[in-house]
């Protein structure tokens, strides 16, 4: 995947660090907290194309939420580890973005988590489905 300094439209890497607020009293990450770095991950994502969410919603009326996800875990991170988080866009429809993400140890490379995301374009006051804006459709497929 692409270094969040060389991130393309479809593929993107966020680093982020492991801290005493995530784990639980076993030490490792508490499993819902990956499903912070993946939405954190997918936020700065569509901020590098240069779409923040707020402005999307006062802007354009719209709004991203999950509408299902698949995830995987297969080893824990721990406190202080440096982790990278990344996301590659499978697909892109009319209102909705498919996601295939994965979360992996700096260190030593080590696949921690893998996921399998959908995102729904929402009309910010219905919450009822709604097209992706064409200009953010355009520039997720340059």
């Known amino acids: 995947m692409a270094d969040a300094r060389e991130q393309t439209a479809t593929d993107f890497r966020l680093p982020v660090r492991v801290y005493y607020e995530d784990t639980d009293a076993g030490g490792v990450v508490y499993y819902a907290n990956y499903l912070k770095y993946l939405e954190r991950a997918?936020?700065?994502w569509l901020r590098s194309l240069g779409h923040d969410q707020?402005?999307?919603v006062a802007q354009r009326g719209v709004l991203f939420a999950v509408r299902s996800i698949n995830a995987d875990y297969r080893s824990p991170a721990r406190l202080d580890d440096l982790l990278s988080v990344e996301l590659r866009v499978e697909a892109v429809g009319s209102a909705s973005i498919?996601?295939?993400q994965a979360v992996?140890?700096?260190a030593d490379g080590a696949e921690l988590l893998t996921a399998r995301v959908r995102i729904a374009c929402l009309d910010a006051a219905s919450f009822r489905p709604a097209r992706?804006?064409?200009?953010?459709?355009?520039?997720i497929s340059r």
């Open 98 to 100: 498919d996601f295939a």
């Open 54 to 56: 707020r402005d999307t």
């Open 132 to 139: 992706i804006p064409r200009d953010i459709k355009g520039d």
């Open 104 to 106: 992996r140890r700096e």
């Open 42 to 44: 997918r936020t700065e």
